[in-house]
């Protein structure tokens, strides 16, 4: 696949868009910060789920580590 400025050319010549991969977390963040749209209760769930799931990981590695050295 060839990329030239956000166009993209696949092996069949179809001409495919490229999104800036760096951009998309930006927009989904303002997007839901507005709060205006149908996606916002899902992506503030989404938020909250990644960040208390890497919160739970933490604690139950620390929990991992002292049971092993105790």
């Known amino acids: 696949m060839q990329s030239v400025a956000g166009v993209a050319r696949?092996?069949?010549g179809t001409t495919?868009?490229?999104?800036?991969?760096?951009e998309k977390p930006?927009?989904?963040?303002?997007?839901?910060e507005r709060?205006?749209?149908?996606?916002?209760p899902w992506l503030?769930?989404?938020g909250v789920t990644l960040v208390v799931g890497v919160l739970v990981?933490?604690?139950l590695g620390i929990a991992f580590a002292v049971y092993l050295i105790a």
Do not use: Q
């Open 10 to 12: 696949d092996s069949a």
């Open 16 to 22: 495919v868009s490229v999104d800036d991969p760096t």
């Open 26 to 32: 930006k927009e989904l963040a303002a997007e839901a």
């Open 35 to 40: 709060g205006r749209s149908a996606r916002t």
């Open 44 to 46: 503030a769930i989404s």
């Open 57 to 59: 990981a933490i604690v």
